[in-house]
């Protein structure tokens, strides 16, 4: 896997990419648009992805889970459309390292592209204007937003 040198707590990691990766994996389909991820998610309706005012609510299944960090939400799909750009598709199933077969590819528009993009480089700037600082030490997420700069650069550069 391509992004692999990228994965860890940051990326698809964390209590909200893990919740992300299931709900991906709970669609079982072999495409997913990302304008459909942004308004599943609700994360288009945000005015800010520094502050997630409100938790991001996920249908898995027949239940729902919350995603609480909008940036969480926007650095892991830009890793996973990295990994399409690259191979093509990405296996879901090896990141939650379970026995199900998932491999989906992720497709974008160009205003997507735009979208995610600018928060990439927003994060990237002034990573301690994001509400994940309440997680996560000044350290971290320093070295979240020095990685999620690089799968930017990768991804749009």
């Given at each position: 896997?391509?992004?692999?040198?990228?994965?860890?707590?940051?990326?698809?990691?964390?209590?909200?990419?893990?919740?992300?990766?299931?709900?991906?994996?709970?669609?079982?389909?072999?495409?997913?648009?990302?304008?459909?991820?942004?308004?599943?998610?609700?994360i288009g309706?945000?005015?800010?992805?520094?502050?997630?005012?409100?938790?991001?609510?996920?249908s898995i299944?027949?239940?729902?889970?919350?995603?609480?960090?909008?940036?969480?939400?926007?650095?892991?799909?830009?890793?996973?459309?990295?990994?399409?750009?690259?191979?093509?598709?990405?296996?879901?199933?090896?990141?939650?390292?379970?026995?199900?077969?998932?491999?989906?590819?992720?497709?974008?528009?160009?205003?997507?592209?735009?979208?995610?993009?600018?928060?990439?480089?927003?994060?990237?700037?002034?990573?301690?204007?994001?509400?994940?600082?309440?997680?996560?030490?000044?350290?971290?997420?320093?070295?979240?937003?020095?990685?999620?700069?690089?799968?930017?650069?990768?991804?749009?550069?």
């Amino acid at each position: 896997m391509y992004i692999e040198k990228y994965l860890d707590n940051y990326i698809c990691g964390s209590d909200d990419g893990l919740t992300f990766l299931e709900y991906l994996e709970s669609k079982q389909t072999k495409v997913v648009s990302a304008g459909d991820i942004i308004a599943e998610t609700g994360i288009g309706k945000l005015n800010s992805f520094q502050n997630t005012d409100y938790p991001l609510v996920v249908s898995i299944g027949d239940f729902e889970a919350e995603i609480h960090y909008a940036i969480t939400l926007i650095t892991d799909l830009a890793a996973l459309l990295l990994e399409c750009k690259v191979n093509g598709s990405v296996n879901i199933s090896e990141l939650l390292e379970d026995d199900f077969d998932c491999v989906i590819s992720i497709t974008a528009t160009k205003q997507e592209h735009e979208l995610i993009n600018k928060a990439l480089m927003d994060f990237a700037a002034e990573p301690l204007k994001y509400d994940l600082c309440e997680m996560v030490g000044e350290e971290e997420i320093s070295e979240m937003s020095r990685v999620c700069e690089e799968i930017r650069k990768e991804l749009y550069e």
